[in-house]
Each structure stands twice: as structure tokens, then as C-alpha cells.
């Protein structure tokens, strides 16, 4: 079975702040680290690679820095990894991020299974696997959170409100994997030390994806962002409430006695 | 200016019950119609669903459009995307606004594509540009810190999908009526490629509207029991943090933060929460938050009206027994 798994490097939300004056990111100093449901979107992948054999490619769109992040994914166990990676790909809203990846996975080609995250930790649309499936023409099952692959057809339970549906579908399909769904296995100390010396991350531009300007980034998307602006989050008193045991729940009684 | 005929609305239905969103979101597309002289339709698929074209209408649509049919029963990506791209091709109307459940992003993240239309996600905030007329909505984005106010300048229609619990649905009006239109389905069983093999749903317990709500996390080590216990006597819901809902301790119905609820109650007791940025937008609407946390550094406190440092497992057990003493 050939298994890609599209990966996406976010900044640590706690650590994201927005400049007052000039309205925009504060990039310097953030850490950033693999979408944590992409970790998860691996982990599924590599059990199945497990359980069936086969092969598990990552592969993400996104500027040279995402690099480290992608030697990380291959030590956890991914065969392969690809950099997606071109000044034309800045700008892009999901239409064109799903298109430039559905491309990728195009020039990868003959792959069965294609893993998601069920959404990214810094915009969180969701919109960019079923993007991705409807470009390639093939089934769907997001917010997965188990999966088995019997008699060429994987089976995948999906998360709906009240409850869970299982989703049978023919191969090639995409899965959007539900975030904290399993537990992402460490990397190998000596694989992670062979990722970090030895592997080479292939990198494909815009003309070796053969996609135009005109497809991809800023140019073809749909949506834009007019401007950013800080949630205000409501004022809050922040009274700490100290003393003896008997005090504390005396005042908490207090509080709490005015919604009995 | 961007000219509106109409807007349209899908209306989610699961076991023949419409989504409490899909109202919210009725109630929304009428106040942005009424601005700009647009019809609101509402996206009915389903099987035997026609009374609830009827309660639509008491809602607030003007018009449903309604495709019912065995096939339509449960909703599939599949079928529904078909059906529904069908009629957008055919009648272009300039606005579609979605709730955005797990089914509704499936849904609007596929049609867009097939579309070719923008598609902006999850909003908590949505108007119309004046300079223009466009859709206006506010995406919030790591965690729920920061809006990105989008809009879609090309491509239509411009496509919404919409947070659940931070619109209000309109309250019934016997006296409204509206159109029905029925559309032929031709969607053939042997065409379909996925099936439903297994369903399982409970009654979904709705959090977002209880007046008080105490929320364990992973500080209750997974044990629930007080949390329960205090809800109970203070006639409230259980909320969970992300976590816990991850193993499973807790159903994802009651997980409350920027991918699970919004609460919009009275009082929060929030024990052994850390504070998370993905969780804080969930609580905060509420009016009232208590915390409890061993870590006297713990965000929490920094987002909490009452903070109390300590052990929930000390702490609970006392006021518990209070207000069961209180209550007689
Ligand atoms: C605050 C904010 C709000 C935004 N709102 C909108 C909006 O309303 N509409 C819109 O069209 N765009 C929006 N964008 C732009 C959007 O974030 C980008 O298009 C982004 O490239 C992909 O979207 P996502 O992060 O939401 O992906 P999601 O759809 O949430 O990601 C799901 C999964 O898709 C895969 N994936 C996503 N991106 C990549 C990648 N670059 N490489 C590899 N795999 C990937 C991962 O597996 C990921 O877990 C917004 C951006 C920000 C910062
Ligand atoms: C894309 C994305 C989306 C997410 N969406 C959500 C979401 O919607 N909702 C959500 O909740 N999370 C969400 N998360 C996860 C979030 O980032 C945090 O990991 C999570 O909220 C932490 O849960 P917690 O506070 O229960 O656990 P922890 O962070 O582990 O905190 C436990 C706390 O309990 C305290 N504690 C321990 N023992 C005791 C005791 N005996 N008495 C009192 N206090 C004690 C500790 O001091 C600590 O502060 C999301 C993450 C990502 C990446």
C-alpha cells in the first residue's frame, strides 16, 4: 500500500500574538512544531504500514523552515518526505493549498490512501482535504478516528454529533484524522540521528509540480483577508480566593448560592 | 455592490431533526436579507423530511428547495455534494451558508472545490462590507486569539460556513408561510461508491445553552465523579477538556473550546484545567468563571474570576458536602 500523509508545520497557538500597531503576526521567537493531528494522521498511517506493509510519504506545502519538522516525520518512521516549495505558493487559501497538494499527490501517483489531519492548529478551516479528495475525484471520510483496511476497501469511523458512523469506501480514498485520536510513537533515536545527517528532503518548485503561476498562491484563491484583528476576550477580576480550607469553601458557597 | 437575489441556507437534518446551527444560521441570513433585499432559501436533503421544510419556514426561510428521497436518508459526502452542486450550477444564487458540524465543513469544503467558489470557515462574526456588499467573517485562528476577517472576492457563491452557538435562531412564527419546491433526485444506488456500514447516535447533549456548566480536565485524572456529582446538585451540565474526550473518557459533545463547544452560561466551575488558548475561547462568553488548580501559575487564573489554588480532589469533596447540607 502506498499512504501519503499531508503535513503542515503551525506556530504553538499559546505563543502567537498580534503586533497593536501594525496588525500582523509577530512571527519572531514562536516556536512551531508538526500540526498536532498531523502526528496523528502519521501514527494511523504508520499502523497500517505495519499491519499491511507498504509505503508512508510525507508531504507538505510551505516555505524551506518547514524542513527540520519533515527530518522529524521521517524519523518517526515516514519512508519519504516532499517539500512542496515556491515564492509563488505564498498567499494560497484552501482552494489553491488543496490544489497545489492534489498535485503533488498526482506526481507521486498510484497512491491508496491519503491522510489529513482533521484540521490545522492556526486557521483550523478543515477545508483543505475534502479540497484535496474533490480535486483528485476521489471518496472522503473525515474526522476519522479508526480505520482498517479489509479486501481493498478501507472502513473508517467517523465522528458526528450524538455519536460515531462507520464509512466503508473503494481505494484511492482520503481520511482526515481526528486530532488526539491515537498517541504518535517517538522517534527512534538512531532513525532520528540518520533523518537529521543523512536524508535528503526532495523539494519540487512550481514548474516541477508543472503547475502555472496562475494556479496557485495568492493569484487562485477565492478568499482574503481583509484585516487581523485580537479576539477580545472578556475582561475577567482574577480574584484568588485564600485561607483555610473552611474559608475557601465558605466563599465559594457564597458565589456559587447566587445561581442555586 | 455586490447585488443579492438570494441567499441560501442548508439545512441539516440528522434521524430527521434539524441541527440546532441550521437555525441559528436561518436567523442570521434573514437579518443580512432583509439589508439587502435578498430571498433566503433554505438546502433541505433527506428522506420523509417535508415537516421540517414546514418548520424552516417558521424559522425564518422565504423558500426551501427539497430533494427527498431513500438515498438522501443519511447524509454522504458523496450524494449530498452531487445533488446539491447540481442546483447551485443551475441557479446561481450569490450567498450559502452553512453550520459548520463535522457533516457541514465535509460538505462546503467539497462543493467549494467543485464550485470554484471561496469558502470561509467557521465564522463568529458575519456582516456586509459597506464598500462593497460582500460577506464579511470573522475566522478565529490559533485557538480563537486572533480574527481574520475574510471575505471571498472572487467566484460565487460566496460561501460561509458558520460556528455553532453564536447566532440566535429566529423563535417560531405559526403565521409564516413560504414555498416549497420538490426536486426530482436522479442519483442511482449502483453510482455510489461509499457506504454507511454502522451508525451509532445518542440523543447529542447540547452544552452550549446551560446556565451553569462545571468542566473537568486532565488535572480530575480522568475521574469524573466529583465533577458529575457537583453538576448534578448545582442543576448543571459536565464539560470536558479536549483530553479527555481523546480517551474517550468523555463524548465529543461535551468538549467545550475552539474545536468543541462555545458556553455561553452564567457560571463555569473549571477543575484541573490548565488553560489552553483552544480551550479558552470556549468559556469565554460565561459570565462567571471559578477556577481550580494546583498551579498557582496556571492560565487559568489569568482568564478566571475566582481562582482558588489547590487540589480539586480536597476541594470538591467539601463544597460538595456543603451544598448537600445546604440543600438538605
Ligand atoms: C486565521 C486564519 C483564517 C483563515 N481563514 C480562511 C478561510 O476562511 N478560508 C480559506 O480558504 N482560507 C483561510 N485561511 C488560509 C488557510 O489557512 C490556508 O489556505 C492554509 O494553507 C490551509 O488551511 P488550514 O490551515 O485551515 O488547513 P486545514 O484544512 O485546517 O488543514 C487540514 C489538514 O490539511 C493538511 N494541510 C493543510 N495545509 C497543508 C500544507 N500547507 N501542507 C501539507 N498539508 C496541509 C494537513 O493534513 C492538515 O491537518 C486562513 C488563514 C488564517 C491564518
Ligand atoms: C488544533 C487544536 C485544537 C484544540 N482544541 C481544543 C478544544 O477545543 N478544547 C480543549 O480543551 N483543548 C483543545 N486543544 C488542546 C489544548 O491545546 C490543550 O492541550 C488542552 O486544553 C489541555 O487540557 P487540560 O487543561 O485538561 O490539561 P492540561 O494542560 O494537562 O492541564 C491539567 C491541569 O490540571 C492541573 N491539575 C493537576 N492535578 C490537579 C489537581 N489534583 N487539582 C487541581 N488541578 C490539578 C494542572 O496543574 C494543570 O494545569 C486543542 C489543541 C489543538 C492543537
Known amino acids: ?260 | 455592490m455586490a447585488g443579492y437575489k438570494s441567499i441560501w441556507v442548508f439545512l441539516e437534518q440528522n434521524e430527521g431533526v434539524l441541527e440546532e446551527v441550521s437555525l441559528e444560521v436561518l436567523g442570521k441570513a434573514s437579518e443580512l436579507a432583509s439589508k439587502v433585499g435578498a430571498e433566503v432559501t433554505g438546502i433541505l436533503l433527506g428522506h420523509n423530511v417535508k415537516r421540517l421544510a414546514d418548520e424552516a419556514i417558521k424559522r425564518g426561510a422565504e423558500s426551501i428547495i427539497l430533494a427527498d428521497s431513500p438515498v438522501l436518508e443519511n447524509y454522504m459526502t458523496e450524494t449530498y455534494t452531487e445533488v446539491i452542486a447540481g442546483l447551485v450550477k443551475e441557479r446561481n444564487p450569490d450567498a450559502f451558508i452553512f453550520g459548520a458540524t463535522n457533516n457541514g465543513v465535509d460538505l462546503a469544503g467539497r462543493l467549494a472545490v467543485r464550485l470554484g467558489a471561496g469558502l470561509i470557515a467557521h465564522v463568529v462574526e458575519l456582516e456586509l462590507e459597506e464598500e462593497t456588499g460582500l460577506l464579511l467573517g470573522s475566522v478565529p485562528g490559533f485557538g480563537g486569539s486572533i480574527l481574520a476577517v475574510c471575505k471571498c472576492v472572487k467566484g460565487r457563491p460566496q460561501m460561509v460556513t458558520v460556528r455553532p452557538g453564536i447566532f440566535r435562531a429566529l423563535p417560531p412564527d405559526e403565521s409564516r408561510k413560504g414555498r416549497i419546491e420538490e426536486v426530482q433526485v436522479r442519483l442511482k444506488p449502483e453510482d455510489i461508491k461509499t457506504r454507511i456500514v454502522e451508525k451509532k447516535v445518542g440523543k447529542a447533549i447540547d452544552i452550549s445553552k446551560a446556565e451553569k456548566v462545571v468542566i473537568g480536565g486532565v488535572g480530575t485524572g480522568g475521574d469524573l465523579s466529583l465533577i458529575k456529582r457537583l453538576a448534578e446538585l448545582i442543576g448543571g451540565e459536565v464539560g470536558v477538556t479536549r483530553p479527555l474526550s481523546d480517551q474517550g473518557i468523555a463524548p465529543r459533545d461535551i468538549m467545550v473550546g475552539a474545536t468543541g463547544v462555545g458556553l455561553s452560561s452564567k457560571l463555569a466551575i473549571v477543575a484541573g484545567v490548565s488553560g489552553a488558548a483552544h480551550f479558552l475561547s470556549g468559556i469565554d462568553k460565561v459570565e462567571n468563571v471559578i477556577a481550580i488548580n494546583t498551579d498557582p501559575d496556571a492560565n487559568i487564573f489569568n482568564h478566571a474570576d475566582y481562582c482558588v489554588v489547590g487540589d480539586l480532589f480536597k476541594i470538591m469533596p467539601e463544597l460538595i458536602k456543603r451544598i448537600e447540607s445546604l440543600k438538605g
Open chain 1, 1 to 260: 500500500m502506498r499512504m501519503v500523509v499531508c503535513v503542515k508545520v503551525t506556530p504553538k497557538a499559546e505563543q502567537v500574538r498580534l503586533d497593536p500597531t501594525t496588525k500582523t503576526l509577530i512571527r519572531e521567537g514562536v516556536e512551531s512544531e508538526i500540526n498536532p493531528a498531523d502526528k496523528n494522521a502519521l501514527e494511523m498511517a504508520l499502523n497500517l504500514k505495519d499491519k499491511h506493509d507498504g509505503e508512508v510519504i510525507v508531504l507538505s506545502m510551505g516555505p524551506p523552515a518547514f524542513e527540520p519538522h519533515l527530518k522529524l516525520a521521517v524519523a518517526m518512521g515516514a519512508d519519504d518526505a516532499i517539500l512542496l516549495s515556491d515564492r509563488a505558493f505564498a498567499g494560497a487559501d484552501t482552494y489553491p493549498t488543496s490544489f497545489t497538494l492534489a498535485m503533488g499527490i498526482k506526481k507521486l501517483g498510484n497512491v491508496d490512501i491519503i491522510f489529513c489531519g482533521e484540521g490545522s492548529s492556526d486557521a483550523g478551516t478543515n477545508q483543505v482535504p475534502p479540497g484535496i479528495a474533490e480535486w483528485l475525484g476521489i471518496p472522503q471520510i473525515t474526522f476519522v478516528n479508526k480505520v482498517e483496511v479489509v479486501d481493498g476497501k478501507v472502513r473508517a469511523r467517523r465522528t458526528i454529533r450524538g455519536g460515531y458512523e462507520v464509512v466503508e469506501a473503494p481505494l484511492p480514498v482520503l481520511l482526515s484524522v481526528e486530532l488526539g485520536c491515537n498517541t504518535p510513537r517517538f522517534p527512534d533515536f538512531r532513525r532520528k540521528r540518520w533523518a537529521e545527517r543523512e536524508f535528503r528532503l526532495k523539494v519540487w518548485n512550481k514548474n516541477e509540480l508543472g503547475v502555472s503561476e496562475e494556479q496557485v498562491g495568492l493569484k487562485a484563491s477565492y478568499t482574503t483577508v481583509k484585516e487581523l484583528k485580537e479576539a477580545k476576550m472578556r475582561e475577567r477580576k482574577g480574584e484568588f480566593i485564600r485561607g483555610s480550607p473552611e474559608q475557601v469553601t465558605e466563599k465559594l458557597l457564597e458565589i456559587i448560592k447566587q445561581y442555586l
